[in-house]
């Protein structure tokens, strides 16, 4: 168990900031507001921004910190016993941290822009029947999310050089699918921010029980799965006694 200090804990904090200040602009930028919930809205803009966005910030720090930036991704780390309690819990304290002040970076450059989309606060659509289908989405797609990071940088047979490549791609695309349906969190230190800027919660137990659930999930599969499943290690070549290898050839 790798032990974190304050520039795995600054990292965790500046990578937040940036990830949901992003997300919050292009959110207030490219969502459209109307009687229906993807009135005008172009996802594939807001699913790529959040794809590239999270490729960069991994490659920028994931060698300092492990690049979590969510709470749930922690959450599992801590359940695979691979980040200790206290650094998993000043991580979080961190990545809230961090999520409501690019929220607030939002909310002070877009003012007036941002009242419509609550600075990108997520928010159940009327697409669902209520909340309880809303945690089912923040479930669905943390799962998938967590067991990517999980497969990709805790495996022993991964190729750890495509990692940020395919975190970033899975956020992508469950962003595509999710954001119409319930804001497509997937994450509480990025529903947290903007849903405590604009006082727009959007039922809050979704975005909470959800990504709890789904990274919890996630890390009972990896471990007795995708561990428990992959292959084993190699047994050590045999030791040859000396003087046996020219018997044998003889």
Known sequence: MQERGLAAYLAELIGTFLL????STVIV?????????????????????????LFGLIVMFGVVSGGHFNPAVTLAAMAIKRISPIDGLIYMLAQLSGGVLGALLCKGLLLDEGRATNYGAAQVSGLLAGN??????????????????????????????WAPLAIGTTLGFIVMVGGPLDGGAFNPARWFGPALVSNEWGGVWPYLLGPIVGSLLAAVVFKFVLEAGGPSPAEPPERVKPGSASKATS
């Not at 009687?35 to 807001?46: C, L, M, N, P, Y």
């Open 29 to 53: 930028l490219f969502l459209s507001t109307g009687e229906q919930a993807s009135f005008g809205t172009d996802f594939a803009v807001i699913g790529l921004t959040h794809a590239f966005l």
């Open 132 to 161: 309880f289908q809303g945690a089912i989405i923040e479930t669905i797609g943390t799962f998938c999310l967590v067991l990517v990071i999980l497969a990709a940088v805790f495996s022993k047979k991964s190729l750890k050089d």
């Open 20 to 23: 949901v200040f992003f997300i």
